[in-house]
């Protein structure tokens, strides 16, 4: 079955200093890729996604690139800043199933705190 | 407004007692998801919902029921809680492209339950 796998936390950071939240995943198909951020109290929103080998999603000066041979989807950020303090999902979906069955399989989370 | 709305958004109850959670979305979204949140296990499936006479269990389907009253509602019963049922409920809505490419979810801001 699919699974992920992410980095355990909590992970603690200054500001300005360079993050990378390791993602690795088990597919039996050609899954799409995505990081899903929560912020305190909210409901989980897409942050960033790639959909084939080799691609790279990037937003809000986050980066992931999507590695089919090392299996991994790793997020990176070269300077964090104290609102990037939130918890990370990293998530598949397999379209092997099909068209249509869209599911997302998810991490456990990463907490990130950033100190100013 | 939210797009994808959750009541009540904290419940307090006890063990054996029935419960509702509701979910309505405004993105004329086909599917719709629901999915609990516990500490260190990330997010799991529940059920899902590709239109409003498709009805499909998730990872973890026992102990819960749902009824799709329309494209944009999408409930959530717990016919007896238990206390291993306290955790944070999300409801999420996607809307899948022609292409077989998965799309993102959007979440609700979640449901906080507590079963006494």
């Known amino acids: 079955g699919n699974s992920v796998t992410q980095m355990e936390g909590p992970v603690t950071l200054s500001e300005e200093a360079f993050l990378t939240i390791n993602c690795t995943y088990t597919?039996?198909?050609?899954?799409?890729l995505f990081w899903y951020v929560q912020y305190p109290g909210e409901g989980l929103q897409l942050l960033l996604k790639?959909?084939?080998?080799?691609d790279k999603g990037s937003n809000k000066g986050f980066e992931a690139t999507y590695r089919k041979e090392t299996t991994s989807f790793h997020l990176e950020k070269g300077s964090v800043q104290v609102s990037d303090s939130a918890v990370y999902f990293c998530?598949?979906?397999?379209?092997?199933?099909?068209?249509?069955?869209?599911?997302?399989?998810f991490g456990t989370g990463t907490r990130l705190t950033i100190i100013p | 407004d939210a797009d994808v709305t959750q009541t009540p958004r904290n419940r307090i109850t006890k063990t054996g007692k029935r419960i509702m959670l509701e979910c309505s979305q405004t993105k004329g979204h086909d599917r719709m998801y629901w999915y609990r949140q516990d500490p260190g296990l990330g997010l799991q499936l529940i059920y899902y919902?590709?239109?409003?006479?498709?009805?499909n269990k998730g990872e973890i389907s026992d102990g819960y029921s749902v009824s799709r009253q329309a494209q944009a509602k999408f409930s959530l019963s717990l016919e007896s809680a238990i206390p291993n049922q306290t955790a944070l409920y999300f409801c999420a809505t996607s809307d899948p492209q022609g292409t077989g490419i998965s799309n993102e979810q959007f979440f609700g801001p979640g449901t906080r339950l507590t079963v006494l």
């Open positions: 919902s590709f239109d409003v006479k498709d009805i």
């Open positions: 597919a039996t198909g050609y899954p799409s």
């Open positions: 790639a959909t084939k080998a080799d």
């Open positions: 998530a598949l979906s397999d379209r092997a199933s099909g068209f249509g069955n869209e599911k997302l399989t």
